[in-house]
């Protein structure tokens, strides 16, 4: 009898025991990323302080005993490359409006007081929206889009991706860094240990405030 006591009393106690401290935590912020290889040669400091190379979003964090759900959602124009004669926009591959981001499992730990590093890996995935608001939906790659017609073939061919995270904790608000890249191809159909690498060429930085919820 005491046996099933004590494991009731645990069962009652363990949503209290997962929601104190830093064993659960949920977030949401702001979110910014630089669009363009910022370690690159040819990458001028103009186009750093230029704002259409950055795009805006939201991002949702949730941790788990130190392990992380994460992702997050950016917005950005298309390219705009001509103007018709009736002054309307013309955009690069018929683009009018991209919301992209990425979504990914790992793990944290820390590394200094009020800071913790963080590694996940996961996927890329968008929006592509023309200006007639037809959607195209992607994974891993832009011209990996979803159709009914190759379904299978869609999800077999989503590449891996990876995010690094370094977060200033000071309280309930989280001020971080984020490194993206993606790997040079691994998939389910590519499972060649050479494409688990990072593709370091097509990195990305970027910045994020989070408010903790939980």
Known sequence: MKKILYIIVLLLLLP???????????????INQFQLDLFAEDTPFASVVDVHNWATGGELRASLFNFNLEGYLLVQQGAII???????PVFEDD????????VGLGFSTKVAEFTTLSLAAGSLAGFDISPKFDVAFWMGERNN????SR???????????????????LGG?????????PSH?????????AALIPDWSRGKVGASFITRFF
């Open 16 to 30: 209290t025991l997962i929601m104190a401290g830093d064993i659960f935590y949920v977030g949401f912020g702001s």
């Open 82 to 88: 001509a103007v018709t004669d009736m002054g309307k």
């Open 95 to 102: 683009v009018a409006q991209r919301l992209f981001g990425f």
């Open 145 to 148: 889009v979803y159709s009914e």
């Open 151 to 169: 379904w299978e073939n869609f999800f077999m061919e989503i590449p891996l991706a990876y995010r690094m995270r370094l977060d200033l904790n």
């Open 173 to 181: 608000f989280t001020l971080g860094l984020h490194y993206q890249v």
């Open 185 to 193: 191809g691994f998939s389910y159909q590519n499972s060649e240990s």
